[in-house]
């Protein structure tokens, strides 16, 4: 029988500072001190990158950073993704275990690269046209089934940056063109408001609802008023969440899957899903599931 040790875990929150860490990462550092593993939650914004050959690379607070066997990184950021998370890089190049990692987070919070990269290994998703100029308009619009269409900006979370469009002229108000692109994808009329919300840590699903939007909202997002409610998925479902999470090679991730008349898509990918609502409606320790395989990975790693 293999005795797992006591593991230094670090929990990486990009929330402001004004702000306390989210439910989930208090969660996450309370199960983990459960456990009886040393674990601390981690300010993006504290840490600066040195580079001078000599110095240590990562100052935190104004001390070196120490390091811990495993960092779970929760990457609440929708604006310049890429220089936000460089931290996560550096720490990866520093050789630290990552829980997610840079390139796997870059690819679910670009929507651009998830359909990319989903596309590209046969997983079904709504239909999807990627805008770079106003004459391509109409042409989007028909190849993904006319009206209704879903607008949705590259990058986004939460709802933010997606919307139903009714019509020509007020697609054409919407677009500012203020983005390099837009996403223009196909509405699901058989959801009627409705996906679901699938869990995969490990290459398992381990919890997974259906969420239904708010009176006069076609979002279901939690964030949005939605709400979540326990759902039974078929092996179709179950076997699409965890492919998507592997093509884009997270350790853990949430999968947005809506049921539409052909079978499920896949809407989204996502880095550092809530898990809150999920755990209220089945009552799975979604937290403990993360940090025990967190745990096992880093004592594989420690071994090597």
Same mark, same amino acid.
């Given at each position: 029988?293999?005795?797992?040790?006591?593991?230094?875990?670090?929990?990486?929150?990009?929330?402001?500072?004004?702000?306390?860490?989210?439910?989930e990462e208090l969660q996450l550092q309370n199960v983990a001190r459960s456990l009886g593993h040393k674990t601390r939650?981690?300010?993006?914004?504290?840490?600066?990158?040195?580079?001078?050959?000599?110095?240590?690379?990562?100052?935190?607070?104004?001390?070196?950073?120490?390091?811990?066997?495993?960092?779970?990184?929760?990457?609440?950021i929708l604006k310049n993704v890429d220089l936000h998370i460089a931290l996560i890089e550096q720490m990866e190049i520093?050789?630290?275990?990552?829980?997610?990692?840079?390139?796997?987070?870059?690819?679910?919070?670009?929507?651009?690269?998830?359909?990319?990269?989903?596309?590209?290994?046969?997983i079904p998703i709504p239909k999807t046209v990627v805008l770079q100029r106003q004459d391509d308009l109409k042409r989007?619009?028909?190849?993904?089934?006319?009206?209704?269409?879903?607008?949705?900006?590259?990058?986004?979370?939460?709802?933010?940056?997606?919307?139903?469009?009714?019509?020509?002229?007020?697609?054409?108000?919407?677009?500012?063109?203020?983005?390099?692109?837009?996403?223009?994808? *196909?509405?699901?009329?058989? +959801?009627? /408001?409705?996906?679901?919300?699938?869990?995969?840590?490990? =290459?398992? &699903? #381990?919890?997974?609802?259906?969420?239904?939007?708010?009176?006069?909202?076609?979002?279901?997002?939690?964030?949005?008023?939605?709400?979540?409610?326990?759902?039974?998925?078929?092996?179709?479902?179950?076997?699409?969440?965890?492919?998507?999470? *592997?093509?884009?090679?997270? +350790?853990? /991730?949430?999968?947005?899957?809506?049921?539409?008349?052909? =079978?499920? &898509? #896949?809407?989204?990918?996502?880095?550092?899903?809530?898990?809150?609502?999920?755990?209220?409606?089945?009552?799975?320790?979604?937290?403990?599931?993360?940090?025990?395989?967190?745990?096992?990975?880093?004592?594989?790693?420690?071994?090597?």
């Amino acid at each position: 029988m293999t005795i797992i040790q006591s593991m230094k875990i670090g929990i990486l929150s990009y929330r402001s500072l004004g702000r306390i860490a989210s439910a989930e990462e208090l969660q996450l550092q309370n199960v983990a001190r459960s456990l009886g593993h040393k674990t601390r939650i981690f300010r993006a914004s504290k840490f600066h990158m040195v580079y001078d050959r000599q110095s240590p690379w990562l100052i935190y607070d104004g001390k070196p950073f120490d390091k811990y066997d495993v960092i779970i990184t929760r990457p609440s950021i929708l604006k310049n993704v890429d220089l936000h998370i460089a931290l996560i890089e550096q720490m990866e190049i520093m050789g630290m275990l990552l829980f997610n990692r840079y390139e796997s987070i870059l690819k679910a919070k670009n929507k651009i690269k998830t359909m990319q990269v989903l596309d590209h290994y046969g997983i079904p998703i709504p239909k999807t046209v990627v805008l770079q100029r106003q004459d391509d308009l109409k042409r989007a619009v028909n190849f993904v089934g006319g009206f209704p269409v879903i607008l949705k900006q590259p990058f986004g979370s939460f709802g933010n940056g997606v919307v139903i469009v009714e019509s020509m002229r007020a697609l054409n108000s919407l677009l500012t063109w203020d983005q390099p692109m837009y996403l223009l994808q *196909q509405y699901v009329k058989y +959801s009627k /408001g409705k996906d679901m919300r699938i869990f995969v840590v490990n =290459g398992k &699903v #381990v919890g997974s609802m259906m969420r239904s939007a708010k009176k006069g909202e076609f979002r279901s997002t939690i964030e949005l008023g939605g709400t979540g409610t326990t759902v039974e998925i078929t092996e179709e479902e179950q076997a699409i969440a965890i492919r998507s999470v *592997q093509a884009l090679d997270l +350790s853990y /991730g949430g999968v947005d899957v809506m049921r539409s008349s052909s =079978g499920p &898509v #896949v809407l989204e990918v996502n880095s550092n899903p809530g898990f809150k609502e999920l755990e209220k409606a089945t009552g799975v320790d979604i937290a403990k599931t993360i940090i025990g395989y967190a745990v096992e990975t880093a004592e594989r790693h420690r071994r090597q």
